[in-house]
């Protein structure tokens, strides 16, 4: 079974620096694009930043010169490097990937768990 595995989230003060990482566990054959959403409390889930499988990116327009999407397509791994964060920044953050073939199963989109973003001096 495929899973995508976060880590990389915590506190940090404004105008500081977080990576995120997603990996994707399993047998996997190909995978298309991946990206981050947050959602802020009482918010919508909202795109952040997307890749695709020939490295071509697309940001929100709040992120775009802050944050670097990148992905090491031999570990099946999307990063997220989160520069001069703010504290609208603070949200659950979540990877997902889309168009994954496995050995057993073809899986539309995949999401992680989440991982906590807070951004507070």
């Known amino acids: 079974q495929v899973q995508l595995v976060e880590s990389g989230g915590g506190l940090v003060q404004p105008g500081g620096s977080l990576r995120l990482s997603c990996a994707a566990s399993?047998?996997?054959?190909?995978?298309?694009?991946m990206g981050w959403y947050h959602q802020a409390p009482g918010k919508q889930r909202e795109l952040v930043a997307v890749i695709t499988s020939g490295g071509n990116t697309n940001y929100a327009d709040s992120v775009k010169g802050r944050f670097t999407i990148s992905r090491d397509n031999a570990e099946n791994t999307v990063y997220l490097q989160m520069n001069s964060l703010k504290p609208e920044d603070t949200a659950v953050y979540y990877c997902?990937?889309?168009?994954?073939?496995?050995?057993?199963?073809?899986?539309?989109?995949?999401w992680g768990q989440g991982t906590q973003v807070t951004v507070s001096s």
């Open positions: 399993g047998s996997i054959f190909r995978l298309n694009a």
């Open positions: 997902y990937a889309d168009g994954i073939q496995s050995d057993r199963r073809y899986y539309p989109r995949l």
